[in-house]
């Protein structure tokens, strides 16, 4: 789990393509913390197994499913990407619950600059546009923010300027794909409030304490 909060912008060194799967060698101060082996870290959004790590940089193993439906596949030596470890339960949760599970891709559909900030739309295809919210949490690349304004084709956000000097945002620009994972909490709901679900059947007080607590 993690916040979406992105403690470094690591660089790919190298991806080694293996048939439909891959491994990736990024670069990363991160490596110079307490980094374990066999721990999670998010790349992009995505979350990896820390393999093998050296002074520098840590390896990670990419499924053919995580190649298929999010961006790692499309990166190259030199890449930047946004990493961040996993949270520890005595950390602040500064963002929101992310769990580096990408639902889908979406485009940069503009990027303009509003006051102190720069405004970022993004166009979405397929069922998760129906998670994004306005005034909720979303997670671009593994970044959370909050969504602005939700219209017919996506959605927008505003990028402060610490955000965007400290993650790849900064690089992106109209015709760019990035990975999108919604809120965590509006999947559960659906999925407890949906006739025929076995969750819905048997939630009668798991609905009611979700009312109770202002989550429905």
């Known amino acids: 789990m993690f916040t979406g909060l992105i403690q470094d912008i690591g660089t790919l060194k190298a991806i080694d393509r293996r048939g439909d799967a891959a491994v990736l060698r990024i ?3 991160l490596v110079q913390d307490d980094l374990q082996l066999g721990e999670s870290i998010a790349v992009n959004g995505v979350c990896l197994t820390v ?5 520098d940089s ?6 053919p499913e995580s190649l298929q439906r999010t961006t790692l596949g499309q990166l190259h030596p030199g890449s930047a990407v946004n990493l961040e470890r996993a ?10 619950l992310v769990s580096g599970h990408v639902d889908c891709l979406a485009t940069v559909a503009r990027r303009y600059q509003d006051g102190n900030a720069i405004r970022f739309e993004f166009n979405v295809s397929g069922s998760a ?5 306005e005034k909720g949490s979303v997670a671009i690349d593994g970044i959370s923010l909050t969504v602005n304004e939700v219209t017919p084709a996506g959605f ?22 990035v990975n999108i994972e919604t809120d965590l ?7 407890l409030m949906t006739p025929g679900q076995q969750g819905a059947q048997q939630g009668g007080m798991t609905l009611d304490f979700l009312a109770k607590n202002g989550f429905v």
Do not use: M, N
């Open 58 to 63: 840590f390896a990670a193993d990419v499924s």
């Open 87 to 96: 949270l520890r339960l005595c950390d602040r949760l500064g963002g929101h």
């Open 27 to 29: 670069a990363s101060r």
């Open 129 to 133: 546009q129906r998670y994004l919210v």
């Open 185 to 191: 909490l509006g999947r559960y709901v659906e999925r």
């Open 51 to 55: 393999t093998d790590w050296d002074r």
């Open 156 to 177: 927008g956000v505003a990028v402060i300027p610490h955000s965007l000097e400290k993650t790849t945002l900064k690089s992106r620009a109209t015709g760019d794909t």
